[in-house]
Structure formats: structure tokens, C-alpha cells
């Protein structure tokens, strides 16, 4: 229906935003407009381009963000109707724009895998687009460099697959580090259980809440890019170590999908998989929807499953909210931020462990 697009529209675009923060940038204004299909040249019609360009003016805007990916030529298109040093760039740059301030703010070898997925991401989203860029300066040239772009072209090809190569290799000097790492700790015999779920939907506040451990955790995008385990400690003797992944999300770009697998890896490891969802939020179906398409490719089917709704100190009918999960299977009320509901959430995860392969009690010391 209409009225559902746009919203979904405007979810995507809010959502945008929100990265747009975390990369650091100042939010002034977003807009959209239906065609039938992107325009080729400028992917937005002439008077979208026009209006645009006006409030870069008033402004003063820096940047421009879309949300789909744009090809090269429509970028170029759209800095040159903008002018002046107007930025042009879409989802996908933005969030290996991400990445790379993420990536570069931690120095612990647990993220130098990630590092190393985004220089492969980043190299692998340029690999086409460098192409394109000769053949475009060519036909500017009227053809007079032509064969020297087309060499041009091969260098930097060339230039690039070898940085591919190294860097798959050394990604997979760290595969094999970090499972060794692994099982020494499976030696110990404590169940790992790893928290999932769309960003922002609340797990590095679960985990903090839980361990007291010094998590990141901002009303921001991609708060957690690394793995963090913490062990939580039961008042029975118990325990079980509990695992923050990378948070999942929406229309990932596909030069990414590949390194969000990869750093998912050790979630196939796991004895139970949490799914924190942001209940308050208006996409929450869908949200759950996308970890579970993710989930499902990670096949990890037959490891248990609890799902956490929190946030629901912020919905407006919690009651209801919590007959609806009492109603369907193997789902606890939390709220993160306050604290309800963190012991059943506790004594729940304990229940799901009995049920697993391995029994509860070989875990105690
Ligand atoms: P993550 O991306 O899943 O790790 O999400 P975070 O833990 O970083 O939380 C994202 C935002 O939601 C932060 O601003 C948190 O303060 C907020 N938040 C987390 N849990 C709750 C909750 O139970 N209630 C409310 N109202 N806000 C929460």
C-alpha cells in the first residue's frame, strides 16, 4: 500500500540518518520522491536535483547521502549538478566509512579480522567502479587516451587483486588464530551464549547490565562491531559466558554481507543464541524477520534459541506486550535500561542450557 511504503521509506531514511550520526556527520534534512524507476543519469528527477541543490545552499550542506547504492556515473552526475565540494556518496560508502573509523578506534587483535574485512570490502566495492571511471575519462578525452586508460586500468586492477590476495591470506592467518584461541577456551568447560539481533535493539546494554562490563553502548548505529564476551556468574554457582556480536541490519550492502558471515562465526559455536528485539520500535516484525533471513544462512538451526523482547519500559501498553510473548514460546519482557526482568531472563537462559546437548551440571565447577 502507499501509505506503508512511505513509511517504510521513511523508517530506511531515519535509519539513515542514524549512520549518518555515527559517522559523525550533522543531520539537516532528509527527502524522497517516487518514480517508477530511478533516473539513469541522476538515479532523483531534474526538479529533485534542483530542490536538493537549493537547501545545499541555505545550509550549507557538506554531504549528500543516498540511500540505495548509486553507480559511478550517477554519483559523478549528482557532485557535478551540485557542485562546488558537495560529497555525493550512498549507503554502502557511508557504512564502510563506518567501519573504518570503527575499526581503526580499536587496536585488540580480536578486530584485526575486521580491519581486514573492510579493506577487502572497501577494495572489492572499488574493483568495478574503477572501470567505469577510465572508460568514462576516456570517452571525455575524445578517444585521444584511449589504450592508456585501458592500461591504466589494468595496473590498478592489478595493483588491487594483489592487495586482495594479501589481505584474504593474512584474514586467514587470523581465522586459524582465533580457533585456536576458541578451543583453548572450550577446554574450560563453560557454555558461551551469544546475544543477536538488529542494531540498537539493545545488547550492549544487556551485557553491561549483566557483567558491569565497560561495553560501548550509544543510542547510535554499530555501537558494537566487535565480539565482546563477558562470563556472568550465577548466585546458584553457575555460569555461562555471554557474547555480544555485531549488530544486524537492513539492506547490507552486498560487498558487506560477506564480512558480517565471517565475524558471525563464532555464533555457530555457541550452546544458545539470544535474539535481543527492540519491541518499542515500529519495524520490530520486520527487524526480527531480517536477523532470522541472516540467522538461517548462518545454519545454525539446531543450536537453542531465546528471544528477548526488550525495551518494553518504553512501549505503551507493556501488559499487552507481555500477554503476547507469555502467549507464544520462549520469549522473556526485559528492560535493559531499568533492570525488570533481568533475573527471569537469567533463570531462562539457565533452563535453555539444561535443555541443550551438553548438560548444565558438567558445567559447574
Ligand atoms: P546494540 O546495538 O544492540 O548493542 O544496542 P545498545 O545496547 O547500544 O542500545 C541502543 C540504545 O537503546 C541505547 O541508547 C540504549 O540506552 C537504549 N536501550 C537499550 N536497552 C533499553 C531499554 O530496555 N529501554 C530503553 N528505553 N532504552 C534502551
Redesign the pocket.
Known sequence: GETSDSFAIEESLKELAQLADTAGLMVVGSTYQKLASPNPRTYIGSGKVAEIKSAIRAFEVETVIFDDELSPGQLRNLEKAFGGDVRVCDRTALILDIFNQRAATHEAALQASLRLFVALAQMEYQLPRLTKMWTHLERQAGGKVKGMGEKQIEVDKRILRTQIGVLKKELESVRKHRKQYRNRRFSVPVPVVSLV??????????L?QLTGANVL????????LDPTTRRVQMKNGSEFLLT?TV?FIQKLPTTLVAAFRATLEEISESSLLVH?V?I?HPLAEQQIDAVEKVLAELAVSEIPKLMVW?????VTDPEKIKLEAERREDIVC?????GEGLLEFCNAVQEKLKDSMVPVEAFVP
Open positions: 539481533g538488529y542494531t540498537n535493539a539493545g545488547k550492549s546494554t544487556l553491561n553502548s550509544e543510542d547510535r548505529l554499530f555501537a558494537t555480544d549488530g535481543v527492540d518499542s526488550n525495551k518494553v519500559d518504553k526485559i528492560s535493559a535500561l531499568t
